[in-house]
């Protein structure tokens, strides 16, 4: 008893100092107009994906969420283009509801919500963020071999919550919303099933300046590019399978694209991929395939390419197909999900989470070249 209130203690402490800390953030800056404090209570449960996990869902799971925002107010078009999305940064801590197993998670992210209806009381919001996740017990083959779902104590956290906001009053906004949420490391550290968690939640925001905001619009917008951009991008990445305490795989994957921009906002295309995947050979051995030479661990496939650009930062999903593969288990469709940043004219720098099916295979940083 006396260590869970302890427990219960220090999770106060941090919450109050998170609280603090955001707020300090917030006043410190030169204009206050635009940023705003929140805080929402959210109640969902463990979705329980694959048929041996099961165990682990104990009872609905409550979270708690603070954040940080800002209003863009159309300084940069690209603003002015998504309807001045709102930027925040939050921290968010959720009670798995099974001790004995999973513990408590938390996350620290940065997102951005696109907003509907912006001028007017009761406004709609679709958000999507990712970031960094903690999850406070993981698997142990002697203490905790039931824990089937994460493998490691950091993650990657994805947050997807489609909302509305009513201003009830020039500082104050009531805030509700479906989400779900995603802990997953990416198949660094097996086993790696994941934990998805979608929530009901409701809110409030209070904006810390009583001034009315001033959105910039321009009355000409700069041309939209129409003509064909071509990428070529390398990356790399490590990934662990089953069972635990194995060794880790080197990845690496060549990537091809042809992109065309079809909106000022969108790009769509085509590419090839391959991908070198050493940890083919080790399950191919394990299961009593072929695995003699170096073609048992190359993969290659086509895909589908999808952009959303935001600046010189972008969001894509590209979905494929092998087009050879001796390991058939994971199937012939795979999808990638990331984030690209041009740091110069022709560089640029990526991310990206590799899936079969909604499971994931591995994350791989990139670096490119575009023209």
Do not use: C
Request: aromatic share 16%; glycine share 10%.
């Amino acid at each position: 008893m006396q260590l869970a209130v302890g427990n219960k203690q220090r999770l106060s402490h941090l919450i109050i100092s998170s609280i603090i800390l955001l707020s300090s953030s917030a006043f410190s800056q030169s204009k206050s107009n635009g940023w705003g404090i929140g805080a929402s209570i959210q109640y969902g449960f463990i979705l329980s994906h694959h048929h041996n996990m099961g165990h682990l869902v104990r009872g609905h799971t409550p979270a708690y969420e603070i954040t940080l925002s800002k209003k863009t107010l159309g300084d940069k078009y690209w603003q002015q283009h998504f309807h001045y999305p709102v930027i925040g940064y939050s921290f968010i801590y959720i009670n798995l509801k099974n001790n004995d197993q999973l513990g408590s998670a938390f996350a620290i992210y940065p997102h951005v919500s696109f907003m509907q209806n912006k001028q007017r009381k009761f406004m709609r919001y679709f958000k999507i963020g990712a970031g960094a996740g903690y999850i406070t017990k993981t698997f142990d083959r002697i203490e905790n071999n039931k824990n089937n779902a994460i493998g490691s104590h950091i993650n990657v956290y994805i947050n997807f919550t489609y909302g509305f906001k009513w201003r009830v009053h020039q500082n104050i906004s009531i805030d509700g919303a479906i989400a779900f949420m995603h802990f997953s490391n990416a198949s660094f550290t097996a086993p790696n099933l994941g934990i998805n968690i979608p929530t009901i939640q409701l809110g409030a925001t209070w904006y810390l300046s009583n001034s009315k905001e001033v959105f910039k619009k321009d009355s000409i917008s700069p041309p939209r590019e129409r003509k064909w951009h071509y990428s070529v991008l390398l990356s790399g990445g490590l990934k662990e399978v089953s069972p635990a305490y194995g060794p880790k795989y080197g990845i690496v994957s060549l990537n091809a694209e042809a992109i065309k921009p079809v909106s000022r906002k969108s790009r769509i295309g085509v590419g090839l991929d391959i991908f070198y995947d050493a940890s083919i050979k080790a399950k191919l051995k394990r299961a009593g395939g072929d695995f003699s030479g170096i073609f048992a661990e190359v993969r290659p496939g086509m895909h589908f390419h999808y952009e959303l650009k935001l600046s010189e930062f972008s969001l894509f999903f590209d979905v494929g197909g092998y087009l050879f593969t001796r390991w058939k288990e994971d199937g012939y469709i795979y999808a990638r999900q990331g984030v690209r940043y041009r740091v110069a004219k022709h560089v640029l720098l990526g991310l990206a989470l590799k899936t079969h099916y909604f499971k994931a295979d591995f994350a791989e940083w990139g670096v490119g070249y575009e023209f």
